[in-house]
Each structure stands twice: as structure tokens, then as C-alpha cells.
């Protein structure tokens, strides 16, 4: 249970931390960068990866900050869960956030996790995976060859496999504001409290204008986790329009969850359907709540 | 989308490092393999051994210390990637009396009063845990007390004297002289259950 040997590096800056990154790959080396290891170093203690050199970004400047603008949140590679969960600006603006946060691990496991480390780990039981696709969100990565923006179907390739290349940091993620008048909720069902969720589902809707006379519509969609190999979004507006026996189906012929020792998988198709309607039933409460106040 | 990167220079890696830390107030060092864990680096290089060291991959919680006074698992950290910083371990909750004798924190009094542990396993984690969430939350309900040290694993107790000594210590931290009940904690819980 203790790591392999590797060699750490301590880059100050992106650009130091990039051309790191990049002589290790040129080197056909395997490097993997540290940020709050409450992932990785778990997979390096039980040896289930070794990679020979550790890029620690801890000590470099101007990762830590959370930038909110009315268009969303932009969530620095160095901020932690818990910074992230009690930042009262960013949750007003996008409340999936929060409503996701709390249910990621333990307290003490947030205190030291990255929410871009999380992303970059790309664990589809994650929950903050399934925010990022949910809300349409985006990753910015960096390597000396420049910086892109991955946009969240993208950058989610399999389970544990992202699309960021070997030489590339993950420098920010970006979770756009929720619509004005949506309503936001996370539900997840897990064996203990912070253990890996079963089955979580996020749920978004919106009150739209009519479609019809008399008939108002709602735009309804949920990202789900722990049920697909990679974060999985539907828009059930249809299927909520035709009540809540048809959602529950619509969600359990979508997804593909696997048998485990915790849950069969018909198990996790059961329950994942009733923790959406449960999802979308809070959400439109919410909504309710803000019409009313 | 791409746009220009500001040339850098790759730094060198390294196998060892000199670590330096405020463990408990006490500048303390020591040259280590990087891929020393602070829980490690606690326990082999600065002979504090009340931290223990479960799972060791954070599942347990028997390793939690205090990281410039959050919580985190130690076996979960690199001893250099927290170079600089201050740890408040298990032997650092007690507070140093001008006789020289250590007077033991609310939590811990909290523990011997309501028979909080048994192993003793578990409970360096559980002190330091629970002094984190009673500084971030000072009047848990029961509930929070159970939130509170729900990523600690407990084998012997059941948890529910451990809940009791959240509450006693949010007491005691308010009331230092507050009296404890004749029967102790659970006498009546207990006289229900066996009846």
C-alpha cells in the first residue's frame, strides 16, 4: 500500500509546469499531474498505476481562484471542493455547484480535492463530471503548444479517460450559469453517506412559454452517474410532458449500468429512474419557491 | 481555439526532498523520499506516532491530522507537497499547562466521558476530525454529529457514544465545568434496550 518510486517535480508557474509536462513526453515518459490526489494517490497506493514522475502543481501561482461572471463559473485548477461548495456567489449563480459539492466524498476528502482534478480523473461516478455535462461546461487545458477549451462532450472519453493529452494540464473548468427561472437539483443514493453513489442524478428545468394555448411547457433535462461509462445527459421534457411513469422508462432504456458488489445492475436501472423523477420533482419545487418569492 | 503560451523552462525532478513543517507549533524537518506520506513522514521521521495509519487509501479516516486547521487524510498527502505548511496532529489537541503537565482538549474529555472508544484505533482521527467540525460548527444537532464523523470508521463502539461525545464536547466547550448526567450518557438508552 505505499506508491512506487517516482520523481516529483515542483513547478511555480503554467509555463514552467507545461514544459515539465511536455520534456517528459518528448522523453516518452508517464507523468501525471498532482493537484489534491484525493484520486490519484489512492490508484498509486494500491499500485493500480505507476507512473514514473509526478508534476505537483500545489506550489504553482494563480490556480486557486473562482471568477464568477453572469455567464458562469470559472473554477482555477488549484480550488478546492470545499472552497468551491462555500463560495456563495458561484452557487447563487449556478446552484448545481453546491446542490452536487455536498455529495462528493467526505468533508475531509473535499477539504484537499479539486474540482478540476475530479474533472481530469474523469470518473464516471463522479459528480461533478456529471455537473459539468449537464450544465454544458467546458475545460480549458494548457501545454506548450498553447491553450484550448474542450467543451464537455468532448472531453469525457471513457471511464478514467479524458481527451487531455499526455502533455496537457487541465488549467480551469467552466460551469455556465443556470438559465434564468430554471430550477436545480442533485439526488444520489449511496451505501453510506460519501461513499460512491449507486445511482446520482442532476436534474435542470426550465419554465418555458406556452406551445400551445393553455398548456405551459417545461424544458426538463438530467445528467446522470455511476450508470453509463461516460456522463450521460437526456432532455426528458418530452417524457416528463407525459407524466412521471414515462420519464422512469425513457431513463432505464438509456442507460447501461453495470453489476458490481455493491448493486446489480437491474438494481441501479431501478433506482436510477426514481432518482430522476425525484430529481426533477425537487427542481420544480425550487422553481415554485423562486415564482413565489 | 489556441493562443500563445509563454515559454517556460522544465524543472528538475527530484527522488528526496527536505520537508519542513509546523507540526503542533515545533518547527520540525527531515529529508525524505518524495513519495513519503505525511502519514508516514509523521509517524517514521518525526516519531509522532498517535496518528495511525488504517486503509491507506482514505477510506478509513484512522489518519486524519489538521492542515492549517482543515482536516485531511494524511495518507492521502505527500509529506513535500505540504512543505511550509502547519499540521495540528493528535498530540497537539492537548493543551501544554504552565506546570508542565498537558491538559487534555474538550473533545478528548468529551471521549473519556461519555466511553467514546474502546480500541482506540480509530479515535486520533475521530479528536482531530471532530475539533475541525466543532471550530466550523459549535452547536452540532445529533444529526450534524453524525455528518461530522461520517468518513471515520469506528469497528468497536457503534458510533453512538461517539455522537454522544460530539455533543458533550460542544458542550464542555461552552461550559467547562459542565456536569455530566449521574448515569452517564447512555445509562437510559441502554437499561431501554436490555429491558
Known amino acids: 500500500m505505499k506508491p512506487a518510486p517516482f520523481r516529483m517535480y515542483a513547478p511555480h508557474t503554467v509555463a514552467q509546469a507545461v514544459a515539465t509536462l511536455a520534456a517528459l513526453e518528448a522523453e516518452g515518459q508517464h507523468a501525471k499531474v498532482l493537484a489534491g490526489g484525493q484520486s490519484l494517490v489512492p490508484v498509486l497506493a494500491m499500485r493500480l498505476a505507476e507512473p514514473g514522475h509526478l508534476v505537483d502543481i500545489n506550489g504553482v501561482a494563480g490556480l486557486d481562484a473562482i471568477d464568477v461572471s453572469s455567464a458562469g ?29 455536498n455529495l462528493v466524498a467526505h468533508a475531509t476528502i473535499r477539504n484537499r480535492g479539486t474540482t478540476v482534478g475530479s474533472l481530469a480523473h474523469a470518473d464516471p ?25 474542450i467543451p464537455a462532450a468532448e472531453f469525457f472519453v471513457g471511464p478514467l479517460e479524458s481527451s487531455l493529452a499526455a502533455d496537457e494540464l487541465a488549467l ?43 398548456a405551459p411547457t417545461i424544458s426538463v433535462s438530467c445528467g446522470f452517474l455511476s450508470v453509463s461509462e461516460t456522463p450521460l445527459v437526456l432532455d426528458l421534457s418530452d ?8 420519464v422512469m422508462a425513457v431513463v432505464r432504456a438509456a442507460i447501461d449500468p453495470q453489476d458490481d ?20 420533482r425537487e427542481a420544480l419545487a425550487r422553481v415554485r419557491e423562486e415564482q413565489a418569492a | 481555439m489556441t493562443t500563445s503560451v509563454t515559454p517556460g523552462t522544465a524543472v528538475p525532478g527530484e527522488t528526496r526532498r527536505v520537508v519542513e513543517l509546523t507540526v503542533n507549533g515545533v518547527h520540525r524537518s527531515a529529508e525524505v523520499d518524495v513519495r513519503r506520506t505525511l502519514a508516514d513522514f509523521l509517524r517514521h521521521d518525526l516519531a ?9 487509501h482514505g477510506v478509513c479516516g484512522a489518519c486524519t491530522v489538521l492542515l492549517d486547521g482543515l482536516p485531511v487524510r494524511s495518507c492521502l498527502l505527500f509529506a513535500a507537497t505540504v512543505s511550509g505548511h502547519s499540521i495540528t496532529t493528535i498530540e497537539g489537541l492537548g493543551q501544554l499547562q504552565p506546570d508542565g503537565t498537558t491538559k487534555v482538549s474538550p473533545v478528548q474529555q468529551a471521549f473519556r466521558d461519555c466511553h467514546a472508544l474502546q480500541c482506540g484505533f480509530c479515535t486520533p482521527g475521530m479528536l482531530t476530525t471532530i475539533t475541525a467540525g466543532l471550530a466550523e460548527n459549535p452547536h452540532p444537532t445529533a444529526q450534524q454529529a453524525v455528518d461530522m464523523i461520517s468518513g471515520n470508521l469506528c469497528r468497536c463502539t457503534g458510533y453512538q457514544n461517539i455522537v454522544e461525545a460530539v455533543l458533550r464536547a460542544a458542550e464542555l ?11 452517564g450518557f447512555t445509562a437510559d438508552e441502554h437499561a431501554k434496550g436490555d429491558a
Open chain 1, 172 to 214: 480551469s473548468a467552466f460551469f455556465p450559469a443556470a438559465p434564468a427561472g430554471a430550477g436545480t437539483a442533485f439526488v444520489e443514493m449511496a451505501r453510506r453517506h460519501g461513499d460512491y453513489a449507486l445511482s446520482g442524478v442532476g436534474a435542470v428545468v426550465i419554465p418555458g412559454p406556452s406551445r400551445d394555448e393553455g
Open chain 1, 125 to 149: 461516478s463522479g459528480e461533478m463530471t456529471a455537473v459539468l455535462v449537464l450544465t454544458g461546461g467546458s475545460v480549458t487545458a494548457v501545454s506548450v503548444r498553447g491553450e484550448r477549451e
Open chain 2, 48 to 56: 509522532l506516532t498517535g496518528t495511525h495509519v488504517g486503509c491507506e
Open chain 1, 261 to 280: 458488489i455493491h448493486a446489480s445492475a437491474d438494481y441501479r436501472r431501478h433506482i436510477t429512474g426514481i432518482l430522476a423523477v425525484r430529481a426533477i
Open chain 1, 239 to 246: 417524457a416528463w410532458a407525459a407524466g412521471e411513469d414515462s
Open chain 2, 173 to 183: 466547550m461552552e461550559n467547562p465545568d459542565a456536569p455530566l448526567p449521574d448515569e
Open chain 1, 73 to 101: 463559473v470559472r473554477v482555477g485548477a488549484l480550488v478546492r471542493h470545499a472552497e468551491l461548495l462555500r463560495h456563495a456567489e458561484a452557487n447563487r449563480v449556478q446552484p448545481l455547484l453546491s446542490q452536487a459539492l
